[in-house]
């Protein structure tokens, strides 16, 4: 069973990556959560995809409880991302993640967690008929 780690290869760090996520990249929502994604070739290929958070500072003014979110966002994705890793074709193209944090209040684990698991499985199902129809 492979170690349960967000490594930092696996982290959406590059300022290019995430321009052209917002500018070319899809989205869909699941509440409380937002995904846009963007194929995105990193150059390393260490990891299929690189994954970045995002809590506004409008909804959560204090950093504690961006920080917080953010956390268990980043949690979620660690605990269940093996799953869509083993689920994504092996030749598919890298993917650039950015997970946005929608409520307006804050929520517990639970909501989170279920809502990273859906995410997942509704984002493989577009990356794969994105892939059929050569969009990417």
Do not use: C
């Not at 290019?16 to 995105?40: D, N």
């Not at 299929?48 to 958070?53: D, E, L, N």
């Not at 929520?107 to 698991?117: D, G, N």
């Amino acid at each position: 069973m492979p170690k349960k780690i967000f490594h930092k290869s696996e982290r959406l760090k590059s300022h290019k990556a995430i321009e052209a996520l917002f500018k070319q990249g899809q989205s869909f929502g699941q509440y409380p959560l937002r995904l846009v994604y963007t194929p995105w070739e990193t150059g390393d290929h260490k990891s299929p995809i690189q994954v970045s958070v995002s809590v506004p500072k409008k909804k959560f003014p204090k950093a504690v409880d961006r920080n917080r979110i953010r956390r268990q966002i980043k949690e979620a994705w660690r605990l269940n991302k093996n799953w869509l890793y083993k689920k994504l074709p092996p030749e598919s193209p890298a993917a650039a993640l950015m997970i946005i944090y929608v409520a307006k209040e804050s929520l517990p684990y639970e909501e989170i967690e279920r809502a990273v698991r859906i995410m997942s499985r509704r984002f493989l199902k577009k990356w794969k008929q994105q892939q059929t129809t050569g969009e990417i």
